[in-house]
């Protein structure tokens, strides 16, 4: 079936498909034809499944080891006098000033163990937890509670696996039918006479000319298929793809080769994801603390007499005055709570979260509206990982297709003599007038690639890339090498999305809330008679008039709000927003319209942080090597007597009479570099920088200053976009 995307193999595939041979696929044999395609992906779907399944038994004893070591370690912090028993003094104590028993109880998923950081809930939380009522918690107790805790957060373990593995499952899909459509894309290009095969001719023209043939290949996971780009290596690719030695590669050779190519990418993306997953398990345990922290803050805030419950006085204050409530209550994700910002909803959100009907919020009832807002907040964190996560892929892809495609010119631009190895001598001579060169080596990630740049240290780098001791670097020796070096770009990559993403969630917090305190102004100012809807005349007059209401709903995303500013469009997006005919448009028909518009303009929001991202990271990229590249040069040009050590003297002639080195110096981001300048300051410097102590600043020592360096100009730079 898939062969019927490629030109060359329709009619064999045909003939195969046509069983009864009568010129004509029908139903019973297309049926046939389907019946083996769902058997074949079912089988690897079940491959899927028991690789899923023996990575999540690993999780789980990994987690649940920790989690039973933390509970136990939690308990003897908390049981001072060593008794093995919790007495409350104990327990009081403990979650007032323990940060390691606060951060256990907090997340280990039993209420009541969480209900002992809250003042208000510590004695009932007590209470349910001394089962044998003797007034203290012995480890019997304690552990009965550890094991609801734990079992607790091995289900919420294991939804979170469930989530990822569906989301995985159709991310592969779905890149698997690119990168087989790009295939067979790829294969037509190189068959330029339509032949159904590729001669070696065509392959030579293709990945000399086609840019987009090469960008495929370079990252295509199968290393036969790579080799197609290495000339030196093209002739051996070339036998291991034509298995019938006709000396060109039939398209189910090809089709062979893709399939081990897609088979790689797949392992290489589970792996990708399987190290995100502890990440993205981290960024949920964060922002779970934070977000429970703050619930907390905020309870205590509105709750003015401190007597554990919340009046509505006290709340219609708080939400009045104390921006720290209204920022919280805004963008918490639960809509009671954020309803208590509008005086309108106020008295329906108070029925709603008072589920005693005492007149006032408890403790309890707070925690239980806040634990549904952790539910949604946490909902919406998970989408926004999975997006990150789809959108990183796609740009290691590209970045990942890039610098092997450069690894490769720069093999080529070195190997002068095409001989298909490197000697000292073309890296030597490559390393001295080769910027391109130059450039990548100097920031590639791999340290022996970099050192070929530093003649002091060139002969080792030499040494340790030459893996098989014939003086020359050869294409696999220089493969294994950029392999390892776009490993450790890759986790570069991978460790600035990591930090970058708090800050995006903090941006996604600050927007959510400024949004709908924007829309809530702008409702508010449309119902000039505070009856808590809106009427048709009242939005006209706005819409007219209001140039907080009209600059709101240009820019809030949803369609149907937009059009109320279109006077030929009004009466329909008036039919659209009053759901329930009433011929108004009430608190909770807006809200709808609202969220509407929050969703997109959060997808808005996101896809320009990714770009920005994605600029960022080019632009951080080339800095680097040039940065790099500059100070191996500001190293050479202070070591006048080429020992690949740096003396006292040196430094001194250097910082007086070398423009080129002080102006690197003065902005460099090191401050011990830049004391360097400053003569009452270098011998402190020096003292910082020479860690073995041998009176000299040799290679080493001026490489760990210079990756501090460049760390901080990095860190600058982010500062400053941000």
């Known amino acids: 079936l898939q062969y019927l995307l490629v030109p060359a193999r329709l009619e064999a595939a045909l003939a195969e498909l046509d069983t009864d041979r009568s010129g004509e696929v029908d139903l019973p044999e297309w049926e046939a034809a389907i019946e083996s395609a769902l058997k074949n992906k079912l089988e690897a779907k079940k491959k899927a499944r028991e690789a899923a399944a023996a990575a999540a038994q690993r999780e789980i004893a990994e987690f649940t080891a920790h989690f039973m070591e933390a509970a136990q370690r939690c308990f003897e912090l908390i049981d001072k006098d060593d008794s093995g028993t919790l007495t409350k003094e104990e327990i009081v104590v403990a979650v007032k000033s323990d940060k390691e028993v606060i951060d256990f109880l907090k997340t280990c998923g039993e209420p009541n163990l969480v209900a002992l950081t809250q003042p208000a809930r510590l004695s009932k939380a007590l209470d349910m937890l001394d089962t044998s009522k003797d007034g203290e918690m012995d480890m019997d107790e304690w552990m009965a509670a550890i094991k609801r805790g734990l079992a607790k957060r091995l289900d919420e373990l294991a939804d979170e696996r469930e989530r990822r593995e569906r989301a995985a499952a159709a991310a592969d899909e779905e890149f698997s039918a690119e990168f087989l459509n790009m295939a067979r894309k790829v294969f037509d290009m190189i068959d330029a006479d339509g032949g159904g095969t590729l001669s070696k001719a065509e392959i030579v023209d293709a990945v000399k000319n086609n840019d987009e043939v090469i960008k495929f290949l370079s990252n295509c996971g199968n290393e036969n298929l790579q080799s197609l780009l290495v000339p030196s290596r093209l002739e051996h690719a070339l036998n291991c793809l034509d298995t019938d030695s006709d000396g060109e590669i039939t398209a189910p050779e090809w089709e062979a080769a893709i399939e081990q190519a897609l088979k790689a990418k797949i392992e290489q993306r589970r792996a990708a994801r399987e190290a995100q997953a502890a990440a993205d398990r981290r960024e949920l345990e964060a922002f779970k603390e934070q977000f429970l922290n703050a619930a907390r803050e905020v309870f205590a805030l509105i709750d003015a007499d401190g007597n554990g419950s919340l009046t509505k006085t006290e709340i219609v204050d708080a939400v009045t005055h104390d921006k720290k409530v209204i920022s919280f209550l805004g963008s918490c994700g639960e809509p009671n709570l954020q309803f208590l910002l509008q005086p309108k909803r106020l008295e329906k959100a108070l029925k709603v979260l008072d589920t005693s009907q005492d007149g006032e919020i408890d403790a309890d009832e707070w ?219 009430d608190i909770d028909e807006w809200e709808e319209a609202i969220r509407r518009g929050l969703s997109k303009r959060l997808e808005q929001l996101a896809d320009e942080r990714e770009r920005r991202e994605r600029a960022a990271a080019a632009e951080d990229e080339a800095f680097s090597a040039e940065f790099l590249f500059a100070a191996r040069k500001v190293f050479m040009m202070i070591d006048e007597d080429d020992s690949g050590t740096l003396t006292k003297d040196e430094i001194t002639t250097a910082v007086k009479a070398n423009k080129e080195v002080i102006d690197f110096l003065v902005n460099c981001g090191n401050p011990n570099l830049q004391y360097l300048l400053v003569p009452a300051r270098l011998e402190s410097a020096l003292v910082q920088m020479d860690t073995d102590r041998d009176g000299h600043i040799d290679e080493g020592e001026w490489e760990e200053a210079i990756e501090v360096a460049l760390s901080n100009k990095l860190a600058d730079r982010a500062a400053k976009r941000e």
């Open 367 to 585: 925690e239980a509206a806040i634990y549904r807002g952790l539910e949604k907040r946490t909902a919406d964190l998970k989408a926004e990982q999975e997006r990150r996560a789809k959108a990183a892929a796609a740009a290691d892809e590209e970045f990942s297709a890039e610098f092997l495609s450069a690894a490769r010119k720069v093999f080529e631009m070195i190997d002068v003599d095409n001989s298909g190895t490197l000697t000292k001598q073309e890296i030597i001579t490559a390393v001295k007038e080769n910027k391109e060169v130059k450039m990548f080596l100097a920031n590639c990630g791999n340290e022996n690639l970099q050192y070929l740049l530093v003649p002091s240290r060139l002969n080792h780098a030499l040494s340790v890339l030459d893996k098989d001791g014939d003086d020359e670097i050869d294409a696999n020796e220089w493969e294994d090498a950029i392999a390892k070096a776009l490993q450790k770009k890759l986790e570069q990559r991978r460790a600035m999305r990591e930090a970058n993403a708090e800050a995006f969630r903090k941006e996604i917090e600050e927007f959510t809330a400024n949004f709908l305190n924007a829309a809530r102004e702008a409702f508010a100012l449309i119902d000039k008679d505070d009856s808590g809807s809106l009427a048709i005349d009242e939005i006209t007059t706005a819409v007219k008039s209001d140039k907080v209401v009209k600059d709101f709903l240009k820019t809030c995303g949803d369609e149907t709000l937009m059009f109320l500013l279109q006077p030929k469009r009004l009466d329909h997006a008036l039919r659209e927003l009053d759901t329930d005919g009433s011929g108004e448009v």
